[in-house]
């Protein structure tokens, strides 16, 4: 063990946890009472105290072994930790002025080996109340914000504390900070995951436990279960067979792709053409959930059928790490516990029936993306798979709002080619078009006079009919979308992209209802629909902030879409980050 996590019980102890595995570092989660021997023992090289939900000032406060400050090994305070260091050494903690939640900009001395490949202005992330008014003894300020002073000092470069969070990525360098502590101050090694020894274990467990038994592999087309289909082919051979079910919201030309590829990687292949029976099942439908739970129950059962046909027991997922990490709701949906955190109904994990018949194998599950990457390429999958954007079980389904349609779909499809192949340019994490109906529930005139201030010129904000999937205080919300229409259409481009973010945040902050922002970039009189372009940045898909793009250049593809179609009213580029939106639109 490299570095152990003291968990003060703070929201976000499992990113800092996941973020470090991410970067191969050895980390554990521990006991914030762990005894400075037990440390000592395992040979830890640093230690980082978490956030929580405690003021210094507390009844009995929860703090750590004060041993631990004599070891000489670094030592990072996150939050929390950060007030928690500065107190036990003589500095001042006061309740904030204000709390500072949300998104915040953090001036820092990037010279400080922590903050090495930074610029000295970023984004941070913070969560608090308190905040350390005056450093301890000896201590140097290296980090400021506008609302806290002291958001980052250290010891000799040894001592660190930070009030806001690296470990989320709403801090969007903050994972080089975590990095930085690891292997420049505690001088850890990088944990080589040894891609030959998972390969060769996976490859046996699954033997192991379907013996002679037959399985079915659902393949998307996608990086995991492609993989997932041929390291399990590698297990029980001819005893696999992989099925793809075209369910009529791929992309423009995926399936016939995604079935020429795996022919050429010599699986046993079934093709099933469902697109009729999701299409049919879906009409009509406008609730986001009941999409997905429609979709989900089809798919299973589209799967069923080909398990009877070929007579598998046991069907196989690409499910991995962060789906597994995130889903105590997954796992509630599955067994039935109740949880309110549940987000997104995902295919492949919540949307299980409980009925199923069909063992449940998932060979992927202890992986995160960039592995199943490494082991994609390792295992011969082309590079257009194994380096690929991900795309959702439930296909377009999600970028569709309101009833999904045959119609909705070929014109998304065809859109969706346009704006991926512009947006492909910035190298997002995930960027693709949505659909969504040109319906306006009405004006809103506090998100005008939020836009006006940061744009500079006059604004008008439209709130769309349709319904969107946010997050917001770590539950799901259904939301609504709001549109920009500036009278300056330059002002997108002449905005620093600083205040786009403050915008959107102060109008997802200011309207309970609202989750999502939309930079309209063309629009015209009539058209049935809009076409919203995403494009984020995101290291665990679990928080995202949205690609800065070239306005300009977006504004002349929108003027050629609506050209082109006729059923398009306006073109627009979401810029909210996740939270309060999430990254697909349902
Ligand atoms: P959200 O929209 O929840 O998406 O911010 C986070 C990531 O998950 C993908 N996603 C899904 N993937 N089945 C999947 O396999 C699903 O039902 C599903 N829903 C969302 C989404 O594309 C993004 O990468």
């Not at 429609?294 to 991995?320: D, H, M, P, S």
């Not at 192949?421 to 997002?428: A, C, G, H």
């Amino acid at each position: 063990l490299e570095i152990a996590v003291l968990d003060f019980g703070g929201q976000y102890v499992r990113n800092i946890e996941r973020t470090l595995l991410e970067k191969g570092v050895s980390v554990e989660i521990v006991d914030y009472k762990v005894s400075t021997r037990l440390l000592l023992r395992r040979g830890v090289k640093g230690v980082i105290l978490s956030g929580g939900p405690y003021s210094v000032y507390d009844e009995n406060p929860p703090t750590c072994d004060p041993q631990l400050f004599r070891l000489g090994i670094p030592i990072l305070g996150l939050c929390y930790g950060h007030q928690l260091i500065a107190h036990l050494h003589g500095g001042l903690v006061k309740k904030g002025r204000r709390g500072e939640y949300g998104f915040s900009e953090l001036s820092l001395d990037n010279r400080n080996p922590l903050f090495h490949g930074l610029s000295s202005k970023e984004i941070c992330w913070m969560s608090h109340g308190d905040v350390v008014e005056t450093p301890p003894k000896g201590f140097k300020v290296i980090a400021s914000t506008p609302e806290s002073e002291v958001a980052a000092y250290t010891l000799e470069n040894r001592i660190y504390g930070l009030q806001f969070h690296p470990e989320v990525s709403h801090t969007p360098n903050g994972h080089v900070i975590l990095e930085n502590f690891a292997f420049k101050i505690c001088g850890c090694a990088r944990f080589e995951w040894d891609i030959e020894r998972f390969t060769f274990e996976a490859v046996e467990k699954v033997k192991k436990a379907l013996g002679n038994a037959r399985a079915v592999i659902a393949v998307s087309g996608g990086v995991d279960s492609s993989t997932a289909a041929l390291l399990a082919s590698k297990a029980i051979g001819r005893n696999l067979t992989a099925v793809h079910i075209d369910h009529g919201l791929m992309r423009e030309g995926e399936s016939v792709e995604v079935v020429s590829l795996l022919k050429k990687l010599g699986l046993n292949l079934v093709f099933v053409d469902a697109s009729e029976r999701f299409l049919s099942a879906l009409e009509g439908v406008c609730e986001s959930d009941k999409k997905r739970l429609i979709i989900g129950k089809l798919f299973i059962e589209e799967f069923e059928k080909v398990a009877r046909e070929v007579g598998a027991e046991w069907l196989i997922q690409g499910t991995i790490a962060p789906d597994v990490i995130e889903s105590t709701r997954g796992e509630a949906r599955r067994t039935d516990r109740g949880h309110g955190g549940l987000i997104k109904i995902h295919h492949n994990v919540a949307g299980l029936p409980s009925g199923m018949k069909l063992k449940l194998m998932e060979p992927l599950s202890q992986l995160f993306k960039y592995q199943v990457r490494s082991l994609a390429r390792k295992l011969g999958l082309p590079a257009h798979i194994s380096e690929r954007q991900p795309f959702p079980g439930p296909g377009l389904a999600c970028r569709i709002a309101g009833p999904v349609t045959a119609e909705k779909v070929t014109l998304l499809r065809k859109v969706n080619v346009k704006v991926e192949e512009e947006l492909e340019r910035y190298k997002p994490s995930q960027y693709f078009a949505m659909l969504v109906n040109n319906l306006k529930a009405g004006e809103s005139k506090l998100s005008a006079s939020i836009a006006e201030k940061h744009l500079e010129t006059h604004v008008k904000a439209y709130v769309l009919q349709d319904e969107s999937v946010g997050v917001k205080g770590d539950s799901r919300v259904l939301g609504r979308i709001i549109t920009l229409e500036p009278e300056d259409c330059g002002s997108w481009s002449s905005t620093s992209w600083i205040n786009i973010l403050r915008m959107q945040n102060e109008v997802t902050g200011s309207i309970a209802e609202v989750c999502r922002v939309v930079a309209s970039l063309a629009w015209r009189d009539g058209g049935k629909y809009g076409v919203i372009a995403r494009a984020v940045d995101t290291l665990d898909y679990m928080t995202a902030i949205p690609t800065r793009v070239d306005f300009a250049r977006l504004s002349r593809l929108g003027e050629s879409l609506l050209n082109h179609h006729e059923e398009l009213g306006f073109f627009g580029f979401e810029v909210t980050t996740k939270p309060a939106a999430t990254i697909e639109l349902i």
